[in-house]
């Protein structure tokens, strides 16, 4: 008798390496690419035809404004980055030299970059399985401990992961009881909600990112949003190199070149538009991967918590490789050898060579997801052809069809 997943591995590797000597007939199909609607090209239009092409200008100010309305928050500023924004975002509250900074151990380098910038400490929190997000047990006990040692961390930067909202009721309240500054990273979260309220506007501040793989981009791009007036003005001028108010040029702090363009918020502006058309879109890939590999074993969805909607900006799976008969990697390899973009869910913060120096608190949820998961396309611009040629790729992964298709396999 062999062992059914060794057989499956032969059998993967092998139509990968053929797959990959061959040009696809196929389009390559990309993870997240941008999907613009036409729209935007008049707010660029207008941006040229007035002159506005210095940073400032009115699509700035619209682009702002309609973003508040959309995430009902009083004050906005658009950035060159979600990156930038979380720099600022930190740096207006305070986080400097030797502050420790809690941030979710599942993220993207960008949400733990800017702490050191500012020569903080980031502490890296592991996910619960709910959604994928920090785990807010894991955090009030670190807390507890914390805070009889006397050495409470400055902020907490809670990313809201692939577009669905962290346990904003838990962690809120453990930020208050424990006087931590809390700041979202919702750079992937726009159009989600947590209990109805959008993600970024529970903390002293919240970011977005509008880079060119996210649900709406302005090519690269970010905001910051705050209910603190004082804290969005402060993040204005020094986002314009902190210029203070005087007829010539004066300077009492370090400022920044991280101030949005007028023509890249007209893209912005274009793209708010149609921003719920986005979700919707994305939300409708979740549904049909789930309709169509669901089924089979070892195969799960992220799931969606049940205290919010999802934007599903990527959809991911894990894989079982003991149940489905090929690992993750097989299955990313066997997709890009049909030119279709995947790519395996964040590595975790504790496990990057340039911070494996600093502490992490738990880690196992976030390495599993590692190990196991993997973003499928999500475009919303995907057709149902291209989703159905994905899944039937995936599917036919699957060891139990690979038997059904040579059952000498089984007589192994």
């Known amino acids: 008798m062999v062992d059914v997943s060794d057989a499956s591995t032969k059998l993967h590797g092998n ?24 729209k935007e090209i008049n707010y660029v239009k207008d941006a040229f035809d007035s002159n506005w092409i210095a940073p400032m200008g009115p699509n700035l100010t619209a682009f702002e404004n309609r973003l508040c309305e959309i995430v009902n928050a ?44 500012l ?92 880079n060119g793989n996210k649900i709406i981009t302005t090519s690269g791009g970010g905001m910051l949003v705050s209910e603190d007036e004082g804290i969005v003005e402060h993040v204005r001028k020094l986002s314009t190199q902190a210029r203070d108010n005087f007829p010539y040029y004066e300077h009492s702090e370090i400022g920044y070149n991280y101030r949005m363009s007028n023509v890249i918020a007209g893209i912005g502006i274009g793209q708010l538009e ?78 990057q060579p340039i911070y494996s120096k600093y502490e992490s608190i738990g880690g196992d949820v976030a390495e599993f997801l590692f190990e196991y998961g993997l973003c499928l396309p999500s475009g919303s611009n995907l057709t149902d052809a291209d989703l159905q040629r994905i899944s039937v790729i995936i599917e036919d992964c699957y060891i139990g069809k690979t038997l059904l298709a040579k059952p000498e396999l089984a007589r192994l």
């Open 15 to 38: 139509s990968v390496q053929k797959g990959l000597n061959k040009m696809s007939k196929f389009d390559r199909i990309y993870l997240s690419p941008p999907h613009m609607s036409g």
């Open 274 to 351: 149609v921003l719920e058309d986005r979700v919707a879109a994305r939300r409708y890939n979740a549904e049909q991967y789930k309709s169509v590999l669901g089924h089979l074993p070892g195969i799960e969805m992220m799931p969606e918590a049940s205290w919010g909607r999802h934007n599903r900006w990527l959809s991911v799976i894990t894989i079982d490789p003991k149940k489905f008969g090929a690992d993750r990697e097989s299955v990313r390899l066997r997709l890009e050898a049909e030119n279709i973009e995947s790519r395996p869910v964040w590595k975790p913060m504790h496990m």
């Open 119 to 210: 020569g903080a400490k980031p502490v890296f929190v592991d996910s619960e399985r709910v959604s994928w997000n920090m785990d807010p047990e894991l955090l009030e006990e670190a807390l507890k401990m914390r805070s009889k040692q006397g050495k409470l961390p400055k902020a907490l930067i809670l990313v809201h992961l692939y577009g669905q909202c962290a346990d904003m009721e838990n962690i809120e309240r453990i930020c208050d009881q424990y006087g931590i500054i809390l700041i979202e990273d919702a750079a992937e979260a726009l159009g989600a909600n947590y209990k109805g309220r959008p993600p970024g506007t529970f903390g002293q501040a919240g970011i977005f990112s509008f």
């Open 74 to 117: 009083p004050y906005a500023v658009a950035l060159t980055s979600g990156t930038a924004a979380l720099h600022l975002a930190l740096l207006t509250n305070g986080v400097g030299p030797g502050d420790e900074v809690f941030v979710s151990d599942l993220t993207f380098c960008a949400s733990v970059n800017p702490i050191i910038y």
